[in-house]
C-alpha cells in the first residue's frame, strides 16, 4: 500500500512539475523610462498607460512565441538625473532586454550614453531629432521628427502664399525642439521668420507677445506649445482681434484642446498624426485598423480616447513584440532585428528602420488638420 | 582628558566611515548600487555645503540648486564649447561660483528670516530661467549633451565604480573639513550668529563679514557638485537645477538634522534612496513627500540624527538601569 | 496711432494681471500680519478655487454660483484645517520651521489634489461670455471687468474690517504685538485663525475668477502663489492699498518688459523686482520705515 502511495504521489510531483515547467518558458523583461509625473506627464502618463495596456493585451493573447512580456516601468519625472538612475536600475538590477522611453528629448540624451555602454536597445518615445541623428548603433525612436511637422505647416503656408510669419513657442523641451526646426526650415519654403516670441510653460497670459505680433506684418501666427498654454493663445488671439491664420503644433491634436480652447479653436490649423481622424480616412489606409484598436481600447480602460502621445508608446512595444516575434530575444538580436523593420503600420506613422535610419518616418506620418466647428477635419 | 577621549572617538567614528565608504563597492561589483551612491555621493556634497550656511550659520538658502546648476553649466560649457580640460573647468567653475556668492553675499546677507528665504527663492528662480532661456549657450531646455568625462592623466573617468571613488575621496574630504570647521574657532563664531546675530556683534564677531564667507565656501562646494555631476551624466538639463532640487537640498539637511555632517550623508542617502520604496506608490509619492517633511519637522526638528543619538542614549540608559536592577536584584 | 494702441494694450493687461498678483498678495499679507509667517501654500488655495469650482460644476453638475461658494467654503476649510494641524502646534517656531512646513503643505496639497483630480488642465466656463470688449482700441475680456471689480470689492472689504470692525482691529493689534495684544484680552489664537479663514477665502476667490481665463489644473498654484508674494514685497504687507499698489506695478512692469524688451524673461522680472525691493527697501515701496527691533 506504502510503496503504491510512494509511487502515486511521485509520479503526480513529476507531472506536476512538467506541467508547471511547460507554463514557466521564461517572461521577456522590458523596461520603460517615462515622464509620468513631473512637467512632462502630458507626455509620459498616456504613454505608461498604453504600454501597460498593450503588454497586457499581449500577455492575454499568450504572449510573443509562448513567452510573456514582463513590463518594468520607472517614473523618471521629466528629470534626467532621475532618467539615468531609472536606466542603471532597468539594466543592471531588473536586467531588461529593452527599454522604451524616454518620454523627453532631455531626458532620451541623458540616457543614450548609458545604454550604448551596456549595448541595451533602447526605443525613445521623445521627438528630437538629435536622438537618431547622427544614428546611435542602440537607440531608435518613434515619435516623429518635429522637423516633419514643420515641413508640413511650411507647406500649406506657401500654397497660400504666405511669407512673412511670426511664431510664439513654449520654453520648454517640446517648444524649444519645434523653434528650432522652424527656423531652421523657414527658407527652404521663402518663409521669414518675423516675429520670435516665447512663453513659459505656467504662463497665464500672452496677450503682450500677441499685442507685438499683431502690431508687426505677419500674415500667419506659428504656434508651438501642449496644453494649456496653446489654448491661452488661441483665447488671446480671439480677444484681441487678430484675424490672420493660426497654426499649431502636433502637441496639441487631442480633444482635450479643443475643450480649453472653446469658440477660439475655430479654423485653426496643424499637423497631426492620423490618430485623431482615424474615423476619416479611407478604408485602404494600412494604419486605419490599429488607429481605431488603439483608440477604442484606450477609451474603454481609461475612459478617455488614446491620443496622439500615447500612440508613441504603442508603437514601441508593437516594434519590439515584432522583433522578438522575428526570433529575437537577447539585447543584441533585438537591436537587429528592429534595424530590419520594415513597412510596420503603426500609430505614429508607417515605420522603415535601417542602419542609417533609426526614426523611420517619413513627411507621410503627419496629416494637417483644420478645426472646424470643435472637430477635426482633413485638410488636403 | 573628557576632551581628548571624545576627539578620539569623533577621529574613530570618522575613519570607520571612510573605511566603509572606500570598502562597501568591493561587494557591489556590476550592480547598480553603485550608481546609486554615486549620487549619494554628490547629494552628500551638497547637502554639506548647504548645511554649512543652514545648520551653522542659521541662513536660510531656497536657492542653492543655482549654484549646483551654474557649476554644472559653467563647466559643461567649457568643455564641450571652448574644449577646455574638465579639471580645469571644475576649478574656474568653482572659483567663479564663489566669486559671485561673494558679491550677492553682501546685500542677500543684510536680510533676514523669512526675507532671506524669499530672495534666495528668487535668485535660484532667475538663474534656472537663464540657465532654460539662454539656448545658444546653454543649449536651453532640451539640454547640453557630450560633456566628457573627467580626465587625470590617463585615467579617464568614463565607469560608475571610478566616478564613485572620485566623488566620494572629494566628500570625505569636504566633509573632514566642515567637521574641523565646527570645532574651530570660526565655529563657534557661527553658531553664535546662528544663535543671536546681535549678542555675536557685541562679543565681537564680524557677523557680517563671516556670513559672507560662509555663503561662499558654500556656494563654492555646490559648484564643485556640480562639475562632477555634470562630467559624470555627461549630460545636463536646467530642470534639474529648479525649485524642486532646492527644496530637496533643504530636506535633506533638515532630515539628516541641522549642524550634524554625518545627518547632511544620512539625509542625502535616505532622499536618494527614497524614490526606489517610493516606487510602489506610483502618484502617491509625491503626498508622502509633503508628509514626511511636515512630520518630521514638526516632531523631530534635530533631525534623524538627534533621533539616532536619542535611541542609543536611551539603549544604554536602559542597559545600565538593567545593570544596576541586576547588581541591586 | 498703432503703437499708442499697443502701449494701452500693454497697459490694460498689466493691470488686470496685477490685480490678480494683488489679489493673491492680500492673503500673504493677512496672514503675515497676523502671526509673522510667509504662507508658502498660499498660491495652493488659489488653486483650490479653481480646481473645487471644476468640481462642483463637473462633476456634481452644480449650477455656477453654487459651485462657486462651495469651493470658497471648502477652501477655506483646508484653510482652518492646515492652521489647526500645521500651525497652531508651532506656536514660536523659527522661521525655517515654518518655510519648511508651509512648503511641506503646498506639497502634500497639490499632491492630494493631483491624485484625486488627475494632472490635466480644465475649463471654468466665464462669468459672462467670452467676446471681448474694446476700451480706447484695447481688448479685454468681460472676465477681466469681473476681477477689476471683486479686486475693489476685496479691498474695501479689507478696508471695513481691518478699520472698523472690532475683530479687524484686534487682527491689527495682534499685528504690531501679539504679546500686548493678549495682555489686553484679545485671544491671539483665534485672530491667527481668523487670518487663515480670511486668506485662505480670498485666495481661493482670486483662484475662482481667473480661472476662465488663465484654466486651472493642479500645479497652477505654484507659479501664481510666488508673484503674488513678489506683489507684496514690492508693495509692502500692508493688506490695504499698499498690496495692491504692488501688484499693479509688478503687473504692468511684466507686460510692458514683455512686449517692449523680451518676453522670454518675463517671469524673471518679478523676482529681479523682488530682489531689488529687499535689497533697496524691505519693507516694500508703499509701507512706513519700521526700526527692527533687536
Redesign the interface.
Known sequence: MTKKMFWAVFSLLIAGLMAGSAFAAEAIKIGALLS??G?A??LG?PERNTAVMMVDEINKAGGVKGRKLDLVV??TQ?????A??AA??L???DKVVAIIGDST???T??V??VVEKAEIPLISCAA?F?ITDPVKKWVFKTAQNDALAVQRIFDHMKKQKISKVAIITV???F???GREQLVLHAKKFDIQIISD????P????M???L??I??SEAQAIVCWGT??GP??VA?NV????ITIPLYMSHGVSSK?FI??A???SEGIILPSGRVIVAAQLPKTDPQRKSLLNYVENYRKRFKVEGDHFGGHAWDAVMLLKGAIERGADSPATIRDQLEKTEKFAGIGGIFNYSPQDHAGLTSEAFVLVQIKQKNWTLVK | MAARSKEKREIIIFLIFVIAVLVIPLFLTGSYLINVFVFVGINTLLAVALNLLLGYAGQISLGHAAFFGLGAYISGILTTRFGLDPWFALVIAALANGMLAFIIGFPILKLKGHYLAMATLGFGIIMFIIFNETVSITGGPSGLPGIPNIQIGPLIFDSDLRNYYLIWIITLAVMLLSINLSQSRIGRALRAIHDSEVAARVMGVNARILKVQIFTVSALISALAGSLYAHTMTFIAPASFGFNFSVELLTMVIIGGLGSIYGSFLGAAILTVLPEFLRVLQDFDIIVYGLMLIVMTMYMPGGLISGLQQIIEYAGRKMRQKGGADAAG | MDSSRQLIQYILSGLYNGAIYALIGFGFAIIHNATGIINFAQGEFVMLGGMLTIFFLAVLNLPLLPSIILAILFSTVAGVAFERLAIRPLKNAKPLIMVIITIGASILIRGIVMVVGGKNTHAVPAFSGNDPLYIAGATIMPQHLWIFAITILIIIANRIFFNFSITGKAMRACAYNSQAASLVGIDVKTMVLISFVISSAIGSMAGIIIAPLTMTSYDVGIMLGLKGFCAVIIGGMSSGLGTVMGGLILGLLESLGAGYISASYKDAIAFIMLLLILFIRPEGLFSKKETERV
Open positions: 509620468v509625473s512637467p506627464s502630458f502618463e520607472y517614473d521629466g528629470d534626467a538625473t532621475k539615468v538612475q542603471n536600475k539594466i543592471k538590477d528629448t532631455g531626458n540624451m541623458a543614450i550614453p528630437g538629435k520654453s520648454d523641451g517648444g524649444a525642439s516670441e516665447t512663453y513659459a505656467k504662463d497665464t497670459d496677450t503682450a507677445q499685442t507685438k499683431r502690431g496644453n494649456p489654448a491661452i483665447r480671439k480677444q484681441l482681434g482635450r475643450e480649453l472653446g469658440d477660439a
